[in-house]
Each structure stands twice: as C-alpha cells, then as structure tokens.
C-alpha cells in the first residue's frame, strides 16, 4: 500500500517523488484536505490521534493498528472508512476536495494506510510538535490546484 509514498527515506517516505509522479485526480484532490485533518483535532488531541481513536471505536483497531504499528500495512475497504469515520467528516472532506462521498471512501482507502504509517515511523503517535513539523512539510510537497 505505500505505492503512494514510494520507498524513499525520511520523515515522509518518499512522499515527494511519489507527488511528483503518483498522486493525480481525485487523489492529488483529496490529499489536501486529508492532512488538514491530521493537524486539527481539538482538546488537545491531534487530528491523527482523532482519526486514529474512531478508527479503533469503530472496531477497526486491529487495521489501524497495523499502519501505526511496524509491520505490513492492513487493507481498508470504503465500507469500512465510511463506518469508522463517519458521515460528517466524509462530507467536510468531499467539500474540501470537491469530490463526491462515495469517491472520498474509495481514495481514502490508499491514502490512509501510507498516510498514518508514514506520520507514525516510531510505531507511535508522535508528539503533537512532531506531527506539526511534518504535516507542515507535507503541505509543502502537495500539488497546488
């Protein structure tokens, strides 16, 4: 599942050749407005933490598990990241990319594993100052519409 990060060193493993040749329509859409919600969480947790913590309460602990951890990255299906994120995130997200619902859940699918595994290197959730430093590189690296 890291076709979308490549296999590049570094914080963002390879994120930046894999922009540079890898992420297009809805994807390269969509990513924007996926690593806005990792920073933003509210009562100071991470929006990673966040997404991270419904995952798990929407009994899907074991493949969030498997990106956040160091092993392979489980497989997600649509049903599964419409169950565990909800409605109303689903629809900020299409919003945010101008994608439909059904769309966000089918690219969120690819985006998710590599996403969590490549902010959790550690095989943690890293600090919220770590995570900002991060995230605030891969806004850098994502295409401008």
Same mark, same amino acid.
């Given at each position: 599942?890291?076709?979308?990060? @490549? /296999? *590049?060193? &570094?914080?963002?493993? +390879? !994120? =930046?050749?894999?922009? #540079?040749?890898?992420?297009? $329509? %809805?994807?390269?859409?969509?990513?924007?407005?996926?690593?806005?919600?990792? @920073? /933003? *969480?509210? &009562?100071?947790?991470? +929006? !990673? =933490?966040?997404?991270? #913590?419904?995952?798990?309460? $929407? %009994?899907?602990?074991?493949?969030?598990?498997?990106?956040?951890?160091?092993?392979?990255?489980?497989?997600?299906?649509?049903?599964?990241?419409?169950?565990?994120? #909800?409605?109303?995130?689903?629809?900020?997200?299409?919003?945010?990319?101008?994608?439909?619902?059904?769309?966000?859940?089918?690219?969120?699918?690819?985006?998710?594993?590599?996403?969590?595994?490549?902010?959790?290197?550690?095989?943690?959730?890293?600090?919220?100052?770590?995570?900002?430093?991060?995230?605030?590189?891969?806004?850098?690296?994502?295409?401008?519409?």
């Amino acid at each position: 599942m890291d076709k979308l990060f @490549g /296999g *590049g060193a &570094g914080p963002l493993g +390879g !994120l =930046e050749s894999a922009l #540079g040749g890898g992420a297009s $329509g %809805g994807v390269a859409a969509l990513l924007p407005a996926v690593v806005g919600m990792m @920073g /933003g *969480g509210g &009562g100071g947790a991470s +929006g !990673l =933490e966040k997404l991270v #913590g419904n995952l798990q309460a $929407g %009994g899907l602990g074991d493949i969030v598990g498997s990106w956040v951890g160091m092993g392979p990255n489980k497989a997600i299906t649509p049903d599964q990241v419409k169950a565990g994120l #909800g409605p109303a995130t689903l629809k900020q997200l299409a919003t945010q990319s101008g994608l439909p619902v059904g769309q966000v859940a089918e690219h969120l699918t690819s985006i998710l594993p590599s996403l969590v595994n490549n902010l959790t290197p550690d095989g943690k959730i890293p600090s919220t100052a770590s995570l900002a430093k991060s995230l605030q590189g891969l806004q850098g690296l994502l295409p401008r519409g």
